[in-house]
């Protein structure tokens, strides 16, 4: 899909500013290795195109992919602590219609059936990400809570018997309410080294059979929704982006992302020292990217698209 618009990410700044050059932005969706191509040019409504799985190349992988709040529930049970969204969906008036991820698909208790499901549509990977509050409820102050590493083994292990590589998501948004409460989440430093503990905890049981991990989901619409539009917990906002009980919609993003960017490298340092050997593993991360590309070939127009490239792709 592409768009023409009038104006650059320059985020916080009106579109009346003046030197707002036109730029032509083309969507493109690319998750890892898991890519879904759709044939938009088609000359007629009879032309039709044929796209065979012979006609991708060897070790291109098909996947499903989920995160763990949207599909797991099972929030209270088998030591699982309190996390970010447990507490977010419980303040009447965060979800309008008062839903919440308690029970979700189920997949805490139906996982098995969701495996046979990807298996029976012959797909060859299945990303999902690791509750942080079901493997460590209190983060660094509490311990392991081995019924969650039982869990993710058991995921892990009978994707691997049906020829499905997991991909490992360590954080997609969830993350024990304590650290929140304790620490201010990621608007602290210190959750540079709770996400690494995290990260650590995950590797030790689970590095010997995942091969591809992604550390963090999209960190840069995560600080657009979080703390800059004060969308998801811990929705932190000011005006005009939003009207939170607290926040500042200027800094607050750049603070969470600066501490998202170096927990994630801290991270990738230690699986490439001490764990990326036993499976040849890869280790990355997960970023919301749009290509731009210029309106034209005047100066202004590629300036302007490699502007939104840097502050929205370049992660």
Known sequence: MEKHVSAVAERG????????????????????CLILLLSAAVSSAEEQ????????????FFGASTSSYQIEGGVHEDGKGLSNWDAFCRVQGNIADGTSGDIANDHYHRYMEDIEIIHSLGLTAYRFSISWSRVLPRGRLGGVNQAGINFYNSIIDNL????IQPF???FHNEYPQELEDRLGGWLSPI??????????????HFA????????????????EVTYERGLFPPARCSPPFGHCVAGNSDVEPLIAVHNM???????????????????????GITVCAYM???????EDDKEAANRALAFNAAW
């Open 13 to 32: 700044r009106s579109q009346k500013q003046k030197g707002m050059e036109s730029i032509k932005i083309t969507w493109v969706f690319v998750s890892h």
């Open 49 to 60: 195109v044929d796209i065979k799985r012979s006609d991708f190349p060897h070790g291109f």
């Open 160 to 163: 691997l018997l049906r020829g």
């Open 168 to 170: 490992v998501t360590i």
């Open 191 to 204: 959750m540079q080294e709770e996400f690494v503990h995290f990260a650590e905890t995950c590797f030790k």
């Open 208 to 223: 010997d059979r995942v091969k591809y991990w992604m550390t963090i989901n999209e960190p840069n619409l995560l600080a």
């Open 261 to 283: 960017l170096l927990a994630h490298g801290k991270a990738v340092k230690l699986y490439r020292e001490q764990y990326m050997s036993k499976v040849n593993g890869v280790i």
């Open 292 to 298: 731009y590309t210029a309106l034209s070939d005047a």
